[in-house]
């Protein structure tokens, strides 16, 4: 492993557990045992590293995620295997969840860089053309990464132990159902 391997690394799981703002590059020396000048050798600054670890954490994961949703032709299919990838990877990377709430506080743009568009536009497709989605499915894609992101915020809130699920596939078909079910209800009409 490299020097910047090594450091990003640490970092992540340091910005994971408590955020930019809560980390120094002073800590992060000391938690990856290297001088402040290598860290700035490698990395620039405090701002450069948290841009790099944002971009490993996503990267891993929108891989992962674009394998599984070109892992079939079948529209169906694609919509489940990227249901079930976006599941796991929420799940059992344990620096994704807590790097898109850091985002989305920050401001930025997290699920475009997770999800990028071409892929956006794809899943919307084939959400649509699965039948899961309504007849115009722009933005189904979305109710279905919303609805697993809660589901796996919630999972890291709970008293017990989250039970993280052997089947993903089961889960994803779960999360797919809950999002026809909440796109026919309406809100009442108050008078």
């Known amino acids: 492993m490299s020097t910047r391997e090594h450091i990003l690394g640490i970092a992540c799981r340091c910005f994971a557990q408590k955020g930019r703002d809560g980390v ?5 020396s000391a938690e990856t045992g290297l001088t402040m000048p ?3 050798h490698h990395f620039g600054d405090k701002r450069s590293l948290y841009a790099a670890c944002v971009t490993s954490v996503f990267d891993a994961s929108a891989g992962a995620l674009r394998d599984a949703f070109n ?6 299919e694609r919509t489940r295997a990227f249901a079930s990838a976006l599941c796991e990877q929420l799940l059992r990377s344990p620096s994704l969840l807590p790097f898109l709430q850091m985002e989305f506080v920050y401001g930025a743009a997290p ?18 053309a699965s039948g899961v ?17 809660g589901y796996a915020a919630l999972a890291g809130i709970t008293p017990v132990e989250p039970a993280v699920p052997s089947d993903f596939a089961a889960l994803a078909e779960e999360l797919l159902a809950a ?10 009409v108050l008078d």
């Open 133 to 149: 989605g309504n007849e115009s499915s722009m933005g189904s894609e979305w109710r279905l990464v919303a609805y697993a992101f």
């Open 111 to 128: 699920m475009e860089r997770l999800v990028p568009n071409r892929l956006r536009e794809r899943l919307a497709s084939a959400i649509g």
């Open 71 to 76: 892992s079939s032709r079948i529209p169906a």
């Open 179 to 188: 999002s026809r079910i909440r796109h026919r209800l309406r809100p009442p």
């Open 38 to 40: 290598t860290l700035y």
């Open 24 to 28: 120094s590059m002073r800590q992060i």
